[in-house]
């Protein structure tokens, strides 16, 4: 009970205490057959189309079952900045569901004290009866909180990071192997026939496996068109000018010489930076995320195309997914969105948003209209 209560004391969150359907004290027959139903989704070019239809296919087979109660929890790493659209997918999806249920995430003043408060959130949302839990871990400190949920009978989705375990029923997320391949194939369309070397800001220090992936498969792409390709690892705790240094060195070494530069994170914009540092800022340049100096660079002509993780789409489908493995099973749902699988069958990709240097005001107003500005 301590732990308990220190958890509930050491969290924020966005609650959401929905009525469940389904009671007959406050429903009469009619409304005891009542379907669920899904909000509109406003149209726009930058509307996943398969991802909706997948999502409306796993409504259509759950609404051939009667509704049931359910409480479920997703716990991120935070409620602002990049989560800031998964809470808001996730709380309108348990709305619409009619489940009771919270998000939350961590008030520790970093990831280390993020790391065990995330735990025993995971074992205080069994304790009060969560029957679903989505979390988007820390990493391997949160495997035997949700080994433990899971061994208790609980349905456990991991969202945007994975955990190494056979445990949990599906991750949901972007799949870095197929956002690096991704935007490599942008950058593709825009380079001159080789020979020439692609200048990949990337990442291949062990210790984060993501990052390794969406290197690792933007390298392939562009070996196998016939380019040269030279990483220069990314420094996320530096300054700018550090990490320019090093890829002003990388440049330098290149041979033959550099035709094109991918930037595979949110520091992305720093690969415009190398451009006017070393006199060449006609070369061709795509990034990823939405950070406010890439958007810049963007709006100059200065970055071709920019990759943007469908944060919204994270947090909206996993309490659906969560709902439809206690509903239709967990085979059944799997088998409903296959479509988003590609070569793993407990891993739902979300996909990434190619965003053009020209349509960066029609991409901010498709996030306007669903909700998902960070």
């Not at 026939?193 to 290197?215: A, C, K, M, Y």
């Amino acid at each position: 009970m301590r732990m308990i209560r220190r958890c509930r004391m050491a969290v924020c969150g966005l609650t959401l205490m929905t009525a469940a359907c389904g009671s007959s004290e406050h429903h009469d027959a009619e409304e005891d057959v009542t379907r669920l139903t899904r909000a509109p989704t406003p149209a726009s070019e930058f509307t996943p189309v398969q991802l909706e239809a997948t999502i409306d296919s796993l409504v259509a087979e759950m609404n051939k079952n009667p509704i049931e109660p359910m409480h479920m929890a997703v716990l991120l790493k935070k409620l602002s900045g990049f989560f800031a659209p998964v809470a808001t997918g996730a709380n309108r999806a348990m709305s619409e569901l009619g489940v009771t249920g919270n998000v939350l995430a961590p008030a520790g003043k970093d990831d280390d004290e993020g790391q065990v408060i995330q735990a025993e959130q995971i074992r205080e949302m069994v304790a009060i009866g969560a029957q679903g839990i989505g979390v988007a871990p820390f990493g391997e400190a949160q495997q035997e909180a949700i080994e433990e949920a899971v061994a208790k009978g609980v349905h456990v989705v991991t969202l945007d990071t994975d955990v190494p375990t056979d445990k949990r029923a599906l991750y949901v997320g972007t799949l870095n192997e197929d956002a690096g391949a991704t935007a490599a194939n942008t950058l593709l369309a825009h380079l001159p026939p080789p020979p020439g070397t692609v200048l990949i800001h990337g990442h291949s220090l062990e210790g984060w496996p993501d990052g390794i992936q969406r290197t690792q498969a933007a390298q392939k792409v562009f070996e196998d068109a016939g380019y040269v390709v030279v990483m220069s690892q990314a420094f996320f705790d530096s300054d700018d000018q550090v990490d320019l240094e090093w890829l002003k060195f990388a440049f330098e070494l290149a041979n033959p010489p550099v035709v094109g530069i991918a930037g595979l994170f949110n520091i992305s914009y720093r690969c415009a930076m190398l451009a006017e540092l070393v006199g060449k800022p006609e070369l061709p340049i795509v990034a990823f995320d939405f950070d406010p100096k890439t958007v810049e660079y963007m709006r100059q002509g200065r970055i071709k195309a920019t990759h943007t993780q469908r944060q919204y789409y994270e947090g909206y489908l996993t309490p659906y997914i969560i709902y439809g493995i206690q509903l239709i099973g967990l085979d059944a749902t799997k088998q409903i969105l296959s479509p988003l699988m590609l070569d793993d069958p407990t891993r739902v990709n979300t996909g990434v948003d190619v965003v053009p240097g020209d349509k960066v005001d029609e991409y901010y107003a498709f996030l306007n209209k669903i909700g998902a500005n960070q």
